[in-house]
């Protein structure tokens, strides 16, 4: 079955710095891979996607890069704010999501 | 509506009760899922409904058990479950790619 493994397991920034979370699958099937974003005792939310077919994908702060040829691929955040504090995920996804590890963000004002 | 509704938001549970969480969606999504997520750690894959059909399991153990009724709920039967199968259970579902998660079932075994 795929894996995905995730690092860092925690970041601690400034805010205003840039923050990038990096992630590798192992299943060359897997065509989607979102990025979510989970505060303490809530649902996960999805914050961006990208698809097997695209190489790079942004939404304002926040971007996310693909390295088909290296199963790899990164969440970009930029001018991180205190409110980006939460742990973030990656995934990879054929028939449903196989999730990272988990990244806890920590924005200091 | 975009929501995927589960209920009961938290449940407390003795090894010897059974009792059922409930999704719910009305978004038309023919995918729906199970995930379990214990504290600091990502959500794992339980079960797959697709077309209403079981279509991947896991390796869940059986006193977990799956039901899909239509195309707009999930339920899962919970029988003489074990302290360490307290966790958060998310329901998600699905057109294709992007899955919704709904706010999770917080259980506890006792």
């Known amino acids: 079955g795929e894996n995905v493994e995730q690092h860092p397991s925690t970041l601690s920034v400034q805010e205003g710095d840039s923050a990038v979370i990096k992630c590798t699958y192992s299943d060359s099937a897997s065509n989607y891979f979102p990025w979510y974003k989970q505060e303490l005792g809530k649902r996960p939310q999805l914050i961006i996607d990208?698809?097997?077919?695209?190489g790079e994908k942004k939404d304002q702060r926040i971007a996310v890069t693909l390295n088909k040829t290296a199963k790899h691929f990164s969440l970009h955040i930029t001018e991180t704010q205190p409110e980006d504090s939460a742990v973030y995920f990656c995934a990879a996804s054929r028939r449903a999501l196989t999730f990272g590890s988990g990244t806890r963000l920590q924005v200091q004002p | 509506d975009t929501e995927v509704t589960q209920t009961p938001k938290h449940l407390v549970m003795g090894m010897t009760n059974k009792k059922s969480l409930k999704c719910e969606q009305h978004?038309?999504?023919?995918?729906m899922y199970w995930y379990k997520q214990k504290a600091k750690k990502p959500p794992e894959l339980m079960f797959v409904?697709?077309?209403?059909?079981?279509?991947i399991n896991e390796s869940v153990p059986s006193r977990f058990s799956p039901e899909c009724p239509n195309s707009s709920l999930l339920n899962l039967h919970l029988h003489a479950l074990q302290p360490e199968d307290s966790a958060l259970y998310l329901c998600a579902s699905s057109a294709g790619t992007e899955a919704f998660f709904g706010q999770g079932t917080r259980l506890t075994v006792v």
């Open positions: 409904y697709s077309y209403e059909k079981l279509s």
């Open positions: 978004m038309g999504h023919r995918a």
């Open positions: 990208i698809r097997s077919n695209v």
